[in-house]
T-cell receptor, first 113, second 112 residues
Framework: AQSVTQLGSHVSVSEGALVLLRCNYS??????LFWYVQYPNQGLQLLLK??????LVKGINGFEAEFKKSETSFHLTKPSAHMSDAAEYFCAVGTSGTYKYIFGTGTRLKVLA | DGGITQSPKYLFRKEGQNVTLSCEQNLNHDAMYWYRQDPGQGLRLIYYSQIVNDFQKGDIAEGYSVSREKKESFPLTVTSAQKNPTAFYLC???????????FGSGTRLTVV
């Protein structure tokens, strides 16, 4: 069985500060990992994905995430927060050959001026 | 452009009424999904379909029904048996290769 845990349902950072959103996963087989962003009243948009290639994955809007097998983590980072980054972020896990992914409960990011 | 179209964007349901949410895709993806989103609860899977004329229940299927008569379409009916249907509903698709989901823009359903 697979699962994903996002630590912190709400995170606040100052504009220009580092963004760190935490995601830990559980999977008995090599996982595929994803980060999605959701703006109010919109669908989810894929930020980045890890599918067993490079462990440091770069995504859109300056975000990146590092797959750490030993820590079963896939934390999302951005060096400098922008006001437009305020949104809800979801981590998800899946595996090769499956069409069904498991989502975390989300982290709402607030960016303070 | 390829994508997913969900309609309507806003929907109001009276007590005891069935309503149908539309989801159409032109991505040629095999799999389609319906998720329900409530504040603080993340995404909960209602139904999914990996192939035409076949679908499976997700975690919260009670009070909902679906059909998959065409590859492009996966409508969701919220029946009167669903006692708390007010939520944001998201349709998603997935192709082969583990590239993740593509989401529609959602339908917000409110009981009046």
């Amino acid at each position: 069985a697979q699962s994903v845990t996002q630590l912190g349902s709400h995170v606040s950072v100052s504009e220009g500060a580092l963004v760190l959103l935490r995601c830990n996963y559980s999977s008995s087989v090599p996982p595929y990992l994803f980060w999605y962003v959701q703006y109010p009243n919109q669908g989810l948009q894929l930020l980045l994905k890890y599918t067993s290639a490079a462990t440091l994955v770069k995504g859109i809007n300056g975000f990146e995430a590092e797959f750490k097998k030993s820590e079963t983590s896939f934390h999302l980072t951005k060096p400098s927060a922008h006001m437009s980054d305020a949104a809800e972020y979801f981590c998800a896990v899946g595996t090769s050959g499956t069409y069904k992914y498991i989502f975390g409960t989300g982290t709402r990011l607030k960016v303070l001026a | 452009d390829g994508g997913i179209t969900q309609s309507p964007k806003y929907l109001f349901r009276k007590e005891g009424q069935n309503v149908t949410l539309s989801c159409e895709q032109n991505l040629n993806h095999d799999a389609m999904y319906w998720y329900r989103q409530d504040p603080g609860q993340g995404l909960r899977l209602i139904y999914y379909s990996q192939i035409v004329n076949d679908f499976q229940k997700g975690d919260i299927a009670e009070g909902y029904s679906v059909s998959r008569e065409k590859k492009e379409s996966f409508p969701l009916t919220v029946t009167s048996a669903q006692k708390n249907p007010t939520a944001f509903y998201l349709c998603a698709t997935a192709g082969q290769g583990g590239y993740g989901y593509t989401f529609g823009s959602g339908t917000r359903l409110t009981v009046v």
